[in-house]
């Protein structure tokens, strides 16, 4: 079955440091998302990007967050000066279609970002 | 803004027992609920979508139940194995399109 892959599983930068976490999403996938997950605590919705632009986004997702698909496959997210509280689990997830529309979406193994 | 809550916060069952998890959300404007298994150090797997049309929705040993106008879903797992030990997090699309809300989780223990 396909699936959506994350790399690095694992990233450590130094605080102020920039850091591109990327994703692979399902081929045929049309809508992508950010999430994030702090060590204990929810899941939050960071981005949703759908006709290169994006159509949603959290009051997380401040000037320090961008996300691009720069080719036909890859989707990323870039924090630019990170600090030690974007420490987390970052989960990128793609569906055929708009949630609104009850397509469900499908989740990567995820990135755990460490910042020091 | 939408506030989804899951109790218990921690299961702790023997195996072949039958379980309840619930999920409750303030605003039931909703286009739809999603239910996920989260496995440590792993992402999440989608185990059922209900449309807020919908009533439930099942899948093998799984059931789930929504009912938009009380803001609450139940998810059903028959037959309880130690294999269905995980975190289990449901999560509603709210009103404004596609931003997620997601709830604090059930840790799930299937004692065998």
């Known amino acids: 079955e396909p699936e959506v892959t994350q790399t690095p599983s694992h990233q450590v930068t130094q605080m102020g440091q920039e850091v591109i976490l990327r994703c692979v999403p399902i081929?045929?996938?049309?809508?992508f998302y950010w999430y994030r997950q702090i060590l204990g605590q929810k899941v939050e919705f960071l981005v949703s990007?759908?006709?290169?632009?994006?159509?949603?986004k959290s009051e997380i997702f401040d000037d320090q967050f961008s996300v691009e698909r720069p080719d036909g496959s890859n989707f990323t997210l870039k924090i630019r000066s990170t600090k030690l509280e974007d420490s987390a689990m970052y989960f990128c997830?793609?569906?055929?279609?708009?949630?609104?529309?009850?397509?469900?979406?499908?989740f990567g193994d995820g990135t755990r970002l460490s910042i020091l | 803004k939408q506030e989804v809550t899951q109790i218990p916060a921690a299961l702790s069952v023997p195996e072949g027992e039958n379980l309840v998890l619930n999920c409750s959300f303030t605003?039931?404007?909703?286009?739809?609920l999603q239910w996920f298994r989260q496995d440590p150090g792993k992402g999440l797997t989608s185990l059922l979508l209900?449309?807020?049309?919908?009533r439930e929705q099942t899948s093998g040993r799984l059931n789930a139940s929504l009912d938009k106008s009380s803001g609450r879903s139940t998810l059903y797992i028959a037959a309880s194995q130690p294999g269905d030990s995980a975190t289990y997090l449901c999560?509603?699309?709210?009103?404004?399109?596609?931003?997620?809300?997601f709830g604090t989780g059930t840790s799930l223990t299937v004692i065998p």
């Open positions: 997830a793609s569906s055929t279609e708009s949630a609104v529309l009850n397509q469900p979406q499908h």
């Open positions: 081929s045929n996938h049309l809508y």
């Open positions: 990007f759908y006709n290169n632009e994006i159509s949603e």
């Open positions: 605003d039931s404007a909703i286009y739809n």
């Open positions: 209900i449309q807020s049309s919908q």
């Open positions: 999560a509603v699309i709210g009103d404004t399109g596609n931003q997620f809300y």
